[in-house]
């Protein structure tokens, strides 16, 4: 059921190749010293200016992409969780309504705060918080990253979180973040766990996460929903840590992290015998391979956010904004 993005994936890696050459490309100092332009060096990832222009560039072709239902328009612009939900979302808007977005009311950003760790090496990437003119008074918090300095800006992460939930980030006297590696031992957990220990305690449970809506609630829902007349509900998560897919990890005032990281879930319904599976929508039958007689698979990818404490105590799960990607039906 999973998808690798297979032409999107192969421009990355193509832009990846070009930008490994150029590293090594040498230039002259006024003394006529030659100068190395190296990966291990700790950098800012953008200046504010480099930022603001990637949020504009993003936003505007978002919007286009959002008008024609086509994905194809901001194809440059999204990668990871937040771009397999993108293209997946535009795909079926497509499908049912194949003009395009009759609906559209162009997202408009506003008070946005930028937040950009020095980091060595690649990729680079940085924080962005705005108001909008949706979703009420929650803040859009986007995670744009690039793999090379020829690359472009491209948004990795969305979740929307009320204004209290944003946390203040350490900074050094010029103002600039710090990354936090995502080996990293000084956490509760590594942020590269966090994928994996949030699907085993979907399934498990477990005393990592703090009780909340996207942990003991959303465990509690499913539970409620597994078992309904004449239908049943499974449910398998994996994690998702690679590429573009790999968490980024931000250090907060207090010590600990604001970690962005992603997750897949499978979603089973099969009907008993001389029963149906609900008949899904356009939407979903446009993601949707395979006939449906007994069974309907449907794959999500899920784009998460939480709060990771210095030492010990629990990781709290503060957003999560979950994306259908494909089905298929049996």
């Given at each position: 059921?999973?998808?690798d993005?297979?032409p999107r994936?192969l421009?990355r890696?193509?832009r990846?190749a070009?930008?490994a050459?150029s590293?090594t490309?040498?230039?002259?100092?006024a003394?006529g010293?030659?100068v190395?332009?190296g990966e291990?060096?700790?950098?800012?990832?953008?200046?504010?200016?480099?930022?603001?222009?990637?949020?504009?560039?993003?936003t505007?072709?978002?919007?286009?992409a959002d008008?024609?239902?086509?994905?194809s328009?901001d194809?440059?612009?999204?990668?990871?969780a937040?771009?397999?939900?993108d293209?997946a979302r535009?795909k079926?808007g497509?499908?049912?309504?194949?003009?395009?977005?009759?609906a559209?009311?162009?997202l408009?950003?506003?008070?946005?705060?930028?937040?950009i760790?020095?980091?060595?090496?690649?990729?680079r990437w940085f924080?962005?918080?705005a108001?909008?003119n949706?979703?009420?008074?929650?803040?859009w918090?986007?995670?744009?990253?690039?793999?090379?300095?020829?690359d472009?800006?491209?948004?990795?992460?969305?979740?929307?979180?009320a204004?209290?939930?944003v946390?203040q980030f350490?900074?050094d006297?010029?103002?600039?973040?710090?990354a936090v590696?995502?080996?990293?031992?000084e956490?509760a957990?590594?942020?590269?766990?966090l994928s994996?220990?949030?699907?085993?305690?979907?399934?498990?449970?477990?005393d990592t996460?703090?009780?909340?809506?996207?942990?003991s609630?959303w465990?509690t829902?499913?539970s409620?929903k597994?078992e309904?007349?004449g239908?049943?509900?499974q449910y398998?998560?994996?994690?998702?840590?690679?590429?573009?897919?790999?968490?980024l990890?931000l250090?907060?005032?207090d010590g600990?992290?604001?970690v962005f990281?992603t997750t897949r879930?499978?979603?089973?319904e099969?009907?008993h015998t001389g029963?149906?599976?609900?008949?899904?929508?356009k939407?979903?039958?446009?993601?949707t391979n395979?006939?449906?007689?007994?069974?309907l698979?449907m794959?999500?990818?899920?784009?998460d956010v939480?709060?990771d404490?210095k030492g010990s105590?629990?990781?709290?799960?503060?957003g999560?904004?979950?994306?259908?990607t494909?089905?298929?039906?049996?």
């Amino acid at each position: 059921m999973s998808r690798d993005r297979g032409p999107r994936r192969l421009r990355r890696l193509d832009r990846s190749a070009l930008i490994a050459a150029s590293l090594t490309a040498l230039s002259l100092t006024a003394s006529g010293c030659v100068v190395v332009h190296g990966e291990k060096e700790v950098l800012p990832s953008a200046t504010k200016a480099e930022a603001a222009k990637a949020l504009q560039q993003f936003t505007a072709a978002y919007n286009k992409a959002d008008k024609a239902y086509d994905s194809s328009l901001d194809a440059d612009h999204v990668t990871g969780a937040f771009g397999a939900i993108d293209e997946a979302r535009l795909k079926a808007g497509k499908a049912v309504s194949p003009d395009g977005n009759a609906a559209h009311a162009p997202l408009e950003l506003s008070d946005t705060k930028f937040t950009i760790p020095k980091k060595a090496g690649w990729p680079r990437w940085f924080v962005a918080d705005a108001a909008a003119n949706k979703g009420g008074s929650a803040r859009w918090v986007f995670v744009f990253s690039r793999d090379g300095l020829a690359d472009p800006w491209e948004a990795a992460y969305l979740t929307l979180l009320a204004p209290d939930d944003v946390p203040q980030f350490k900074t050094d006297k010029d103002g600039w973040a710090e990354a936090v590696p995502a080996n990293s031992s000084e956490l509760a957990v590594a942020p590269e766990d966090l994928s994996k220990d949030y699907v085993t305690y979907l399934k498990d449970g477990g005393d990592t996460f703090a009780g909340g809506r996207h942990t003991s609630a959303w465990r509690t829902e499913r539970s409620q929903k597994a078992e309904r007349p004449g239908l049943v509900r499974q449910y398998i998560d994996e994690p998702l840590t690679s590429g573009d897919y790999q968490p980024l990890a931000l250090r907060t005032k207090d010590g600990g992290a604001l970690v962005f990281f992603t997750t897949r879930h499978y979603e089973k319904e099969t009907a008993h015998t001389g029963a149906a599976v609900p008949t899904p929508g356009k939407g979903v039958l446009a993601l949707t391979n395979g006939e449906i007689k007994q069974s309907l698979t449907m794959e999500f990818v899920s784009t998460d956010v939480a709060l990771d404490p210095k030492g010990s105590g629990k990781v709290k799960v503060i957003g999560r904004i979950q994306g259908m990607t494909s089905a298929k039906g049996e």
